[in-house]
């Protein structure tokens, strides 16, 4: 989508600071980290949030669910929660599927 932030930060337009990329996703920091830690997961390819999953392109799901498992081994991260907000009510901001990767304070359950 070329009106799309997250789309135009996997495509290199804007900048951010890398964490991992391949054919599939990106990860990136977090501009307002909320933890020591605070990376997301996106797909290259354009999907709105959770609610935009389907049989067809849950693939990328797993895909990207394998990538944070990879990811946080080689950061050593052995505890880390791993968020999506879908929705306005949920606390989604930017209309481009991501995952938060949140590491290295405690959190609280359940969150606020
Ligand atoms: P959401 O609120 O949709 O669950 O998460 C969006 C996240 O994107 C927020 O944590 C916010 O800080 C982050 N974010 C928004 N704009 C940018 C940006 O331009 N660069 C980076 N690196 N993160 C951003
Ligand atoms: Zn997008």
Known sequence: MSD?????????QIPSNKVY?????????????QAPTHFL???KAHIGSVAEVTEDNADVVA??????SKVTKE???????????IG?????????LHF????G???TWPPG
């Open 4 to 12: 799309c932030l997250f789309c135009k930060i996997a495509e290199g």
């Open 21 to 33: 990329e391949d054919e599939v996703c990106f990860a990136f920091h977090d501009i307002d980290p």
């Open 41 to 43: 997961v996106i797909p």
């Open 63 to 68: 895909h990207i669910f394998a990538v944070i």
């Open 75 to 85: 950061l050593g991260l052995d505890s880390y929660r791993v968020v999506s907000n």
């Open 88 to 96: 306005e009510q949920a606390g989604q901001s930017v209309p481009h």
């Open 100 to 103: 938060h990767v949140l590491s």
């Open 105 to 107: 304070r405690d959190m």
